[in-house]
């Protein structure tokens, strides 16, 4: 079955660009009707949608961050990434990476990883 | 974009049947049939256990229901077992225009 994985530095300078790859096992990136998407967690908070890229090609962000936010997919790789520019703490958080079979329904979620904005 | 509106906590004793509610706007979940939930237990990612408002994922207990009304979604879960005990949240599909989408604040539900 589909299996995600995030990758990446845990630990991110302030102003610093973060970033991290998801990598799809156990299927294909490039099969049509998802939407590969990134979503944290602040420490002992909720969650937050960050933003997603549909197999076409098009992204969609979280308003209050789309300034800041790249999603982009390799297929050779089978992996999406996320980039987050200009990091302070309040970006420190869990990161997932998830599918979405629809807008709001993220079936399949990587374990997540910790990433620490700090000097 | 404000977070859906859900109650911080819920509790219930083994068999029993909780409901948690997640409140939202006529721009999100009172607008489309895009609303989901998630569990998630402490140190684990979330994990998808309402769809499209109503739909079960395969593997999901039918203990687990989801309705809506108006600009209020629920979850319901029948028959608590002590593996319910999690943080619930909701999620809503919130715009045509700008892709949003927007979670609730979450629920803690403690079986006792």
């Known amino acids: 079955q589909v299996q995600l994985q995030e990758s990446g530095p845990g630990l991110v300078k302030p102003s610093q660009t973060l970033s991290l790859t998801c990598t799809v096992s156990g299927g294909s990136i490039s099969s049509g009707g998802y939407y590969w998407s990134w979503i944290r967690q602040h420490p002992g908070k909720g969650l937050e949608w960050i933003g997603y890229?549909?197999?076409?090609?098009?992204?969609y962000y979280n308003p209050s961050l789309k300034s800041r936010v790249t999603i982009s997919v390799d297929t050779s790789k089978n992996q999406f990434s996320l980039k987050l520019s200009s990091v302070t703490a309040a970006d420190t958080a869990v990161y997932y990476c998830?599918?979405?079979?629809?807008?709001?329904?993220?079936?399949?979620w990587g374990q997540g990883t910790m990433v620490t904005v700090s000097s | 974009q404000s977070a859906l509106t859900q109650p911080r906590s819920v509790s219930g004793s083994p068999g029993q049947s909780v409901t948690i509610s997640c409140t939202g706007t006529s721009s999100d979940v009172g607008g489309y049939n895009y609303v989901s939930w998630y569990q998630q237990h402490p140190g684990k990612a979330p994990k998808l256990m309402i769809y499209?408002?109503?739909k079960r994922p395969s593997g999901v207990p039918d203990r687990f229901s989801g309705s809506k009304s108006g600009n209020t979604a629920s979850l319901t879960i029948s028959g608590l077992q002590a593996e319910d005990e999690a943080d619930y949240y909701c999620c809503s599909y919130a715009g045509s225009y700008t892709f949003l989408v927007v979670f609730g604040g979450g629920t803690k539900l403690t079986v006792l």
């Open positions: 890229i549909y197999y076409s090609g098009s992204t």
């Open positions: 499209d408002v109503s």
């Open positions: 998830a599918r979405g079979e629809s807008p709001d329904a993220f079936d399949i």
